[in-house]
């Protein structure tokens, strides 16, 4: 690893300060679990390192007028662990649950996950159709931007270089909304995802099979997390009634995405299983008249 | 020039102030300057486990914490059984089981064991192959890991 210099924060204030003194030579470490392995691998051009993992108040999960903010410095272990995300939450809940390991969910942290921008990263499909907003906070002041728009393209965002992401927060799921992420990977566990994909509805009411609100978001099968519209349209203009349709719906998918070949898997690979992720998905909730899996 | 960090922590129970080039990572601090060589490195990425570690209470990879960012933290490592009195009863039920050939994932192993039978004491053999998920064995085909977990968890509720 090459030399740095090293500087922590223990207030947002502070850390806004050194983020500007340093403007363009300073990278912001939370976890550490994306940024340590690159750091070993000699692909981060700054010098300055900012280590905020201390900052308190970046760090919880609080309920606020319907709308549930989990802070950057949350932990995927955190979020498995509370109770208000798994009422209020739970896509984003399922698509933490399947990051790296134990010791990755320890320690990485959702902020990592999300400025990280990797179109595999999973929490940030789960937080597209949650319908996500970021707080980014500058010494000039803040903008708040909704998820989709953060991402430009592999590892890019509009974060500016003196910007810290500070909230994350998106409105509380109601009764009559459902929805699940499912990711394929090569293995179980420390698996990256191959391609991924989040879904939520909303209900018309008990006993039906039709819904009012769709959103879809595929990950891994663009240049960033992508919606999919054209999904989401057939969802809301049907009825889901029986395996025959939910398999026509989930193979508009198939248009949605323009995955590439890589070494985890090929595109036509990515663009079959792309259906097949969502067709099982939406079968099992069906299965289980529309609710959540437990 | 290296830039190094007075910084202090506790491992194993044992308070200790020293000095680390900020480019180092927990491992190497561990291993090279505290001398506890239990601690493994595989692939120094997250990836195998063998650097697993308790840090304030949960188990990370030490290969991907920077050196300085282990100011003030409570540290266990496989050798601390002096404040996690847990550590020996598995580290008995491998010996038991014969969950170690040629031993290198087993310092991790255990740690991610300790860690697992803290939160929950009584796993279910999905929730101890869960547990042990960010762990490579080359050598066991994890059954007899799985095995001694679960006699640890046995013979700690005694
Ligand atoms: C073995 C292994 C397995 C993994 N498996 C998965 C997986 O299955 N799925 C997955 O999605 N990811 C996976 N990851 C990636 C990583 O663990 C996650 O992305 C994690 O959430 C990153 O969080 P962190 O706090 O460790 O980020 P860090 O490494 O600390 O930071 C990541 C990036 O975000 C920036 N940053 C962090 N916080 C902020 C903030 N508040 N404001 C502005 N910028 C910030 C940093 O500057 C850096 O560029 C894996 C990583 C490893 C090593
Ligand atoms: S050496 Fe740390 S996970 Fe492999
Ligand atoms: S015993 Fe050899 S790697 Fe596990």
Partial sequence: MKALNYLRADT???????????????????????????????????????????????????????????????????????????????ILREACATIGSPQI??????????????????????????????????????????????????????????ELLVDIFMPELEENETGFFKKLGQRDALAISVLNVAVKMRRRGAGTNTFDRAVVAFGAVAPT????????????SSSLDSSKQIHYIARLAFREVSPISDIRASLKYRQDMSINLLYEGLLDLRANDWKRKT | MVQTMDISFALNGKEYKLSVPANAVLLDIIRDKMHLTGTKEGCGRGECGACTILFNGRSVNACLILAPQADGAEIVTVEGADVERKLLSIQKAFVEEGAIQCGFCTPGMIMSS???????PNPSISEIREGISGNLCRCTGYVKIIKAVERASKDIGK
């Fill in chain 1, 225 to 236: 997390v992508v919606r999919g519209r054209r999904v989401e349209n057939a969802i809301i």
């Fill in chain 1, 105 to 162: 969910r320890n320690r990485g942290t959702l902020g990592g996950n999300i400025v990280n921008a990797s179109p595999a990263g999973d929490s940030i499909s789960a937080l597209f159709v949650q319908t996500a907003k970021l707080k980014l906070k500058s010494i000039n002041g803040e903008r708040v931007v909704s998820i989709e728009e953060f991402f430009t393209g592999p590892g890019k965002t509009i974060l500016k270089p003196n």
């Fill in chain 1, 12 to 90: 947002i204030d502070s850390a806004l300060q050194y983020l500007d003194e340093f403007k363009q030579d300073i990278r912001i470490i939370a976890g550490g679990t994306d940024l340590v392995v690159r750091l070993k691998q000699d692909m981060v051009k700054e010098n300055n390192i900012l280590d905020i993992s201390r900052i308190k108040e970046l760090n919880g999960i609080f309920r606020e007028n319907g709308t549930i903010h989990v802070l950057p410095l949350t932990t995927h272990t955190d979020i498995l662990e509370s109770e208000v995300i798994d009422k209020y939450a739970f």
């Fill in chain 2, 114 to 120: 300790l860690y697992l039978l803290n939160k929950n």
